[in-house]
């Protein structure tokens, strides 16, 4: 007889099976399938994740975490039977609440919003967007509704990226973290900008290529268990810990911006491929939210190689690459050029600065769209204000403003915040690394980054989803998550690259 908890785990695994089935279709669509595939892979697609959420949200599925709960002891916070159960729970509660005519009709409602997102984008035309987005914003709430939380709606969405934590806890980071970078922004706003023309030039994409992937298998990105691919939109996915997708585009006349994209990614890929193998096949072989997903992109991306040590390594081996372009740069000006920082209209395209900008603006957009406090109709022009005090400039038109990210058409309310909480995660992270790593300067210097991945592969990556974001912070780093390590952080980069005068204002405790 298998124990309760196995015949749990056997239940699940076919599950997990149909979801990275699901996956590798994405992943296809995205980078090799035709267009004419597009009707066919959605049908595809949705009778494979449809089979997957009815398995899922059988009452079987209940019947046996009931079971596992009852033979469990007292656990210990790490116990992976324990975790299993835990986090099984709390899906399948979220799944369950759902009605499946609500799951039905949010879906229809996605896919018609996203054509009509396009369309809108491609015509400069919010009003073929906005009835697809108020239909969005309705199902939302009452998906929350269904779902249930403590404070608002929002709690209900966010919950489904980041686990853990509440919509008065990020607006309390996000309104200390605006008070100090909005005047720091205006100060490097002020200051004389950094030419970052060294970095224009002809880059072939095979060349481009070769050297990304030289830099990220320095990281400990293995190919034997990845791959690299090309795609519209940079993204990272994974089947299994053994079997990891990194994908990136290629612009021949900017170097920086398939490099930095490729170890983004790669710093994606390398938690994916660090999750514990024991835990594949079960909810728990995921990252543990999206937050931590995107602290480790940032950290690879922004700590390690937005730095002198870094490009004392690797500008060698770069100007070898690329003799007719950067044949003479010297590293301080290419430093700088990599780490310029200005106001500008598009989120993907921002400096790791103002970025957090971008997103402070979405979350209070979206979390107004769904508590009733900003109407749909209203939302270029909230936008477009909130642009203006931000980052002190405006788009000319709704297709370089509202409607230029594609996650409200996708019904993903909720997400966005993700992206500053990796961010100010990430900072708190190595801070700590460099506690525990005195050599940590001189390894980056030396392209030794073992371990530097040691220590994330013990403190975050190889735990899945057995700890919540915050729990996992705070084993790893002594503390919650704070704004003070990145604000300490970007005030010494920024203040010295742009020779900002004593800042402002000091670090709140
Ligand atoms: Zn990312």
Redesign the pocket.
Same mark, same amino acid.
Do not use: C
């Given at each position: 007889m298998p124990t309760p908890v196995e015949a749990l785990r056997t239940h699940l695994a076919p599950i997990e099976d149909l979801k990275a089935a699901a996956a590798v279709l994405t992943w296809d669509q995205e980078t090799n399938m035709p267009e004419g595939g597009a009707g066919a892979r959605a049908q595809q697609l949705s009778t494979l994740q449809s089979a997957a959420h009815e398995r899922f949200v059988a009452e079987e599925t209940g019947e046996l975490l009931d079971r596992a709960a009852e033979a469990l002891d007292a656990p210990a916070p790490l116990d992976p039977d324990a975790a299993l159960v835990r986090v099984t729970r709390r899906d399948y509660e979220r799944a369950v609440r759902v009605p499946s005519s609500l799951v039905a009709e949010l879906s229809k409602a996605t896919s018609q919003a996203q054509q009509a997102w396009k369309q809108a984008r491609a015509h400069d035309d919010f009003s073929r967007f906005a009835p697809h987005l108020e239909r969005l914003v309705d199902l939302s709430v009452e998906k929350a509704e269904a779902i249930g939380y403590e404070d608002e709606p929002y709690d209900a969405l966010l919950a489904e990226y980041e686990p853990g934590r509440t919509t008065a806890e990020v607006e309390s980071l996000f309104d200390t973290l605006r008070d100090d970078l909005v005047p720091l922004v205006d100060a490097i706003d002020d200051a004389s900008q950094v030419d970052n023309a060294i970095l224009r030039g002809t880059y072939p994409q095979s060349a481009q290529q070769e050297f990304g992937r030289a830099v990220i298998e320095d990281f400990g990105y293995d190919f034997d268990r990845g791959r690299q691919d090309v795609s519209a939109h940079p993204f990272?996915t994974a089947f299994s810990p053994n079997d990891v997708r990194l994908t990136t585009r290629y612009d021949e006349k900017n170097v920086a911006s398939a490099l930095f994209s490729t170890i @983004? !990614?790669a #710093? @994606?890929g390398l938690y994916e491929q660090g999750i514990d193998p024991a835990l594949d096949r079960t909810p728990l072989g995921e990252a543990a939210s999206l937050s931590i @997903? !995107?602290s480790q992109?940032?950290l690879w991306e922004n700590h390690v190689s937005r730095s002198r040590p870094f490009w004392r390594q690797y500008l060698p081996q770069l100007r070898e690459t690329f003799p007719n372009a950067l044949g003479d740069a010297d590293l301080e000006p290419f430093y700088r050029a990599i780490n310029r920082v200005e106001p500008s209209l598009i989120r993907v395209e921002a400096d790791e600065v103002t970025y957090n900008l971008h997103v402070m603006l979405r979350f209070e957009l979206e979390r107004g769209l769904i508590d009733g406090s900003v109407s749909v109709n209203k939302l270029p022009e909230r936008w477009n204000a909130a642009m203006d005090e931000y980052l002190g400039v405006v788009p000319e038109t709704d297709a370089k403003g509202v409607l230029q990210d594609v996650h409200w058409s996708q019904g993903a309310f909720g997400y966005f915040p993700t992206?500053t909480l #990796?961010t100010l995660t990430a900072a708190q992270l190595i801070e700590t690394i460099q506690d525990d790593l005195s050599e940590l300067t001189k390894q980056v210097a030396d392209g030794r980054f073992g371990p530097l991945l040691d220590w994330l592969r013990t403190h975050i990556h190889q735990h899945g989803r057995i700890l919540e974001a915050p729990d996992l912070l705070d084993r790893a780093t002594g503390a919650s998550l704070s704004t003070a390590p990145w604000l300490r952080y970007v005030r010494d980069k920024f203040g010295a690259l742009y020779d900002l005068s004593k800042p402002r204002e000091r670090d709140r405790p």
């Amino acid at each position: 007889m298998p124990t309760p908890v196995e015949a749990l785990r056997t239940h699940l695994a076919p599950i997990e099976d149909l979801k990275a089935a699901a996956a590798v279709l994405t992943w296809d669509q995205e980078t090799n399938m035709p267009e004419g595939g597009a009707g066919a892979r959605a049908q595809q697609l949705s009778t494979l994740q449809s089979a997957a959420h009815e398995r899922f949200v059988a009452e079987e599925t209940g019947e046996l975490l009931d079971r596992a709960a009852e033979a469990l002891d007292a656990p210990a916070p790490l116990d992976p039977d324990a975790a299993l159960v835990r986090v099984t729970r709390r899906d399948y509660e979220r799944a369950v609440r759902v009605p499946s005519s609500l799951v039905a009709e949010l879906s229809k409602a996605t896919s018609q919003a996203q054509q009509a997102w396009k369309q809108a984008r491609a015509h400069d035309d919010f009003s073929r967007f906005a009835p697809h987005l108020e239909r969005l914003v309705d199902l939302s709430v009452e998906k929350a509704e269904a779902i249930g939380y403590e404070d608002e709606p929002y709690d209900a969405l966010l919950a489904e990226y980041e686990p853990g934590r509440t919509t008065a806890e990020v607006e309390s980071l996000f309104d200390t973290l605006r008070d100090d970078l909005v005047p720091l922004v205006d100060a490097i706003d002020d200051a004389s900008q950094v030419d970052n023309a060294i970095l224009r030039g002809t880059y072939p994409q095979s060349a481009q290529q070769e050297f990304g992937r030289a830099v990220i298998e320095d990281f400990g990105y293995d190919f034997d268990r990845g791959r690299q691919d090309v795609s519209a939109h940079p993204f990272t996915t994974a089947f299994s810990p053994n079997d990891v997708r990194l994908t990136t585009r290629y612009d021949e006349k900017n170097v920086a911006s398939a490099l930095f994209s490729t170890i @983004h !990614e790669a #710093g @994606h890929g390398l938690y994916e491929q660090g999750i514990d193998p024991a835990l594949d096949r079960t909810p728990l072989g995921e990252a543990a939210s999206l937050s931590i @997903h !995107e602290s480790q992109a940032r950290l690879w991306e922004n700590h390690v190689s937005r730095s002198r040590p870094f490009w004392r390594q690797y500008l060698p081996q770069l100007r070898e690459t690329f003799p007719n372009a950067l044949g003479d740069a010297d590293l301080e000006p290419f430093y700088r050029a990599i780490n310029r920082v200005e106001p500008s209209l598009i989120r993907v395209e921002a400096d790791e600065v103002t970025y957090n900008l971008h997103v402070m603006l979405r979350f209070e957009l979206e979390r107004g769209l769904i508590d009733g406090s900003v109407s749909v109709n209203k939302l270029p022009e909230r936008w477009n204000a909130a642009m203006d005090e931000y980052l002190g400039v405006v788009p000319e038109t709704d297709a370089k403003g509202v409607l230029q990210d594609v996650h409200w058409s996708q019904g993903a309310f909720g997400y966005f915040p993700t992206y500053t909480l #990796g961010t100010l995660t990430a900072a708190q992270l190595i801070e700590t690394i460099q506690d525990d790593l005195s050599e940590l300067t001189k390894q980056v210097a030396d392209g030794r980054f073992g371990p530097l991945l040691d220590w994330l592969r013990t403190h975050i990556h190889q735990h899945g989803r057995i700890l919540e974001a915050p729990d996992l912070l705070d084993r790893a780093t002594g503390a919650s998550l704070s704004t003070a390590p990145w604000l300490r952080y970007v005030r010494d980069k920024f203040g010295a690259l742009y020779d900002l005068s004593k800042p402002r204002e000091r670090d709140r405790p």
